[in-house]
Nanobody
């Protein structure tokens, strides 16, 4: 498994921006597909975005398309989530996850970082 540490969360006003980072311990980070998920109080965890290990193909939840951008820097073993035009409904704990290449399940998770968007 991979150890993941998120950072960059905080309190921001609606319409603002934040950039989350996730540092990974994997020696072969470039072989891992990385994802961001979020969980709001009283709700189930939901998918936000993913970036594949190869070709860097990305995919987004409809609720964040056009506002969020996932990217990775394999030289720094880090994946990012740039969040723009934030809305109060984006308030949640955001989790970074990793899976080896195209495995079905994400099997490594970070501890989460809180994002709070005020109206």
């Amino acid at each position: 498994q991979v150890q993941l540490v998120e950072s960059g969360g905080g309190l921001v006003q609606a319409g603002g921006s934040l950039r989350l980072s996730c540092a990974a311990s994997a020696r072969t980070f470039s072989s891992y597909t990385m994802g961001w998920f979020r969980q709001a109080p009283g709700k189930e965890r939901e998918f936000v975005a993913t970036i594949r290990w190869t070709v860097r193909h990305t995919n987004y939840a409809d609720s964040v398309k056009g506002r969020f951008t996932i990217s990775r820097d394999n030289g720094k073993n880090t994946v990012y989530l740039q969040m723009n035009s934030l809305k109060p409904e984006d308030t949640a704990a955001y989790y970074c996850a990793a899976k080896f290449r195209d495995n079905n399940e994400y099997d490594s998770w970070g501890q989460g970082t809180q994002v709070t968007v005020s109206s």
